[in-house]
């Protein structure tokens, strides 16, 4: 005979906990917070409360994250933020909550090895499994049967594999998995998704080069291809690109709009968040090898004894791995301010035009590449860099290229390092300047033998602060100028941090290669025996335009006093236009 007291008894606890199960429901639906904390169980590494004080600037990492895939929140996004601030901890609760509100949803979760991402994928992938207040708020996930489907080895919706699978209870036919595991240089192709997140997709290895660094930027076009562009998330589906940068111009700085080109408006579309570790960095002591008063932007997470440590290993990692900034301040040997840009029409007549090479012999990526500067000077030595060119050529190839340019500016010398393996460059410039009938001079440089490459390149520094070097943009008809390509201009008018010259002259002595700027660096070289430069500028009134240098630099009209040039007054004229004017008049009234 049914029992009705016991029978009350077990509806009123029914009762009670659903209304438990509903209030935790309602408060993980309403506070993010909550949910990474206290449902994904991160107690102990998450702060206690989410306020400015306590956690300073990663209430901004925190709220970006879980901003990302909200209606009205971020669609397209790029972030940048210091090592070790829990990012990735972040993005695995993130998902978590995706997969709990959305059984239908695909995402494609990507980092630079294969096998991190099935890290990843193994923790949501728990989480969802054996979380029992994720069970609580929306059920259970994981497909009947999938232990057993797994251990048969068979590949079907069963079947909770590392690199993908699909949760229980999807309302929608869809041929893509709940999640997908994938890393560089990879793509699910023919695979649609309403998610893509790319963590720690950028490294060192694929930063090693320009080619490198391209690479990956088209492969990250591929993989945002793959967004399902009926996707109800964005809509047309979201992007997430995390993680800490490595160098100018990667993936990174080409989403944060470091990289000018004018078809390519990418960057436009995504939301940018760089956050560092370290707010006053020039508080740090060489002395005390310690910050002094540092203001933390993550102080339960990087506190003061961890970023002194971290900066003790260097300023270059902290300064990539911690505060985002890919060149020290204090530490760049050049400055982007230092590269004055100028048109073609600014280019006087009548200089005196070489050609500095460094010709490298490998052809392999690893290996350093050719460069070659076609450079005029003016009477006073000012130079203008009219063409550039860098690769990695053959023998006949290099020679060819050289003598090209040689015969387009008609250059007196062309320098090379004087060396045993240029012995055969020598010989095939020559011969092709003969065939050709040009009358150039090869102009070998020793002594490098006896200084380092660093010492080389720093000595153009003065020349470079001085505003004596002036780089020519690429003219209309394609004639005359450095390419695009090499010389991107950003939309300062300066040029763009991202292009081949200034990379390795900015990352100077720490870019992998240094051709470049080695190229020109031979540019003030003097003979010892005559104490005279070997590459001598122009005849003093070879061009009356050489007396005003340039109208136009960095896109803006010059005054008198930029760049130290004479705009409005040849050399002879300087001295009747200094000092007193009315005063000159007067003497020379009185002298009448």
């Known amino acids: 005979m049914p029992d009705p007291l016991q029978d009350l008894l077990t509806g009123i606890g029914s009762q009670l906990t659903g209304g438990v199960k509903t209030a935790l429901k309602d408060r993980a639906e309403q506070d993010p917070f909550f949910w990474a904390r206290d449902i994904m169980g991160n107690e102990a590494v998450f702060p206690e409360r989410l306020t400015d004080e306590e956690a300073g600037d990663w209430v901004k990492l925190f709220e970006y994250i879980y901003s990302f895939g909200k209606p009205g929140g971020v669609v397209n996004g790029v972030l940048n933020s210091s090592r070790n601030t829990l990012k990735t901890t972040l993005l695995a609760g993130l998902m978590a909550r995706f997969i709990g509100r959305d059984r239908n949803i695909r995402i494609y979760y990507c980092t630079n090895v294969h096998s991190l991402s099935l890290e990843m994928s193994r923790a949501v992938q728990h989480q969802l499994a ?57 793509t699910a192709v023919g695979n649609h998704f309403d998610i893509i997140i790319l963590d720690d997709c950028v490294d060192y290895e694929n930063t090693k080069t320009a080619e490198s660094i391209n690479a990956l930027i088209e492969w990250f076009k591929l993989v945002r291809s793959l967004r399902d562009k009926k996707s109800t998330y964005g809509p047309g589906g979201c992007t997430l690109v995390v993680g800490t940068r490595y160098e100018d111009g990667d993936l990174y700085g080409y989403l944060l709009g470091e990289v000018s080109d004018d078809k390519d408006q990418l960057w436009r579309q995504f939301t940018p968040l760089v956050l ?31 970023v002194n440590d971290e900066r003790r290993g260097g300023a270059y990692h902290f300064s990539m791995q911690y505060q985002n900034e890919c060149v020290p301040p204090g530490e760049a040997h050049f400055k982007r301010e230092w590269f004055p840009v100028i048109n073609a029409y600014d280019v006087p007549q009548g200089l005196r035009y070489y050609i500095f090479t460094d010709f490298a012999f490998g052809l392999d990526d690893a290996n350093d590449r050719t460069a070659l500067w076609t450079v005029g000077l003016d009477w006073e030595r000012k130079a203008y860099c009219v063409d550039f060119d860098v690769g990695r050529w053959s023998l006949n190839e290099r020679c060819t290229r050289t003598v090209d340019y ?42 490098r033998s006896t200084e380092t490459k660093k010492l080389r390149i720093t000595s153009l520094q003065p020349r470079f602060e001085q505003r004596r070097i002036f780089f020519v943009l690429r003219d209309s008809l394609d004639m005359i100028g450095i390419r695009k390509q090499f010389l991107p201009i950003a939309e300062d008018g300066m040029p763009a941090k991202t292009g081949e010259i200034l990379r390795e002259f900015l990352r100077f002595p720490k870019a992998t290669h240094d051709d470049i700027p080695d190229a020109l660096s031979d540019i003030d070289k003097i003979d010892q025996q005559t104490r005279t430069y070997y590459f001598g500028g122009c005849g003093r009134m070879a061009s009356p335009q050489q007396m005003y240098g340039p109208t136009v630099v960095n896109g803006r009209v010059l005054f008198t006093e930029d760049f130290g040039l004479r705009r409005h007054t040849n050399a002879t004229q300087t001295q009747q236009t200094g000092g007193n004017f009315w005063g000159r008049a007067a003497a020379r009234f009185r002298g009448r």
């Open 276 to 306: 560092r570790a370290v707010e006053n960095p020039e508080c740090w002591s060489e002395v005390e090898q310690r910050f002094l008063d540092p203001v933390l932007n993550f102080p339960h997470i990087l506190t003061e004894d961890i």
């Open 406 to 447: 040689a015969q387009k500016y008609d250059v007196s010398k062309i320098a090379i390092e004087q060396v045993v393996s240029n012995e055969g460059v020598k010989a095939t410039i020559e011969r092709l300047r003969d065939q050709r009938r040009l009358k150039f001079s090869i102009q070998e440089i020793g002594g």
């Open 130 to 186: 054996h979380n029992e207040k994720i069970h609580e708020i929306y059920g259970r996930f994981e497909p009947e049967g999938a232990k057993q489907s797994v251990a048969r080895g068979e590949d079907d919706d069963a079947n909770w594999t590392q690199a993908h699978w699909t949760v229980k209870g999807r309302t929608k036919y869809l041929k893509e998995p709940t999640f997908t595991a994938g890393s560089v240089g990879k």
